[in-house]
């Protein structure tokens, strides 16, 4: 089911309760926001920590596979 909501002109919008409950939503409950390519994406947030990686960041993860990668076949 779509439905069309108004952005208020503080950019404010309320999602439809039947949305909440299908999301578990509760008043105050923190909702990540990020732009795709696709439009807006909303998802709640959990008590999880949480990090958001960019492009830098999956930079330094790729790199540290590589040199663990090559400290496993040092050690063979």
Known sequence: MDDCITVSVQ???V???HLCEA???KPNDKVLIQ???DGIL???ITDDAFEIY???R???FASDEQ???QLLLMSE
């Open 54 to 56: 960019s492009d830098e």
């Open 11 to 13: 950019g404010a919008i």
């Open 23 to 25: 999301s578990g939503l």
């Open 58 to 60: 999956i930079v330094e």
């Open 67 to 69: 040199a663990l990668s």
């Open 42 to 44: 909303l998802r709640p």
């Open 15 to 17: 999602i439809p309760a």
């Open 35 to 37: 732009s795709t390519g």
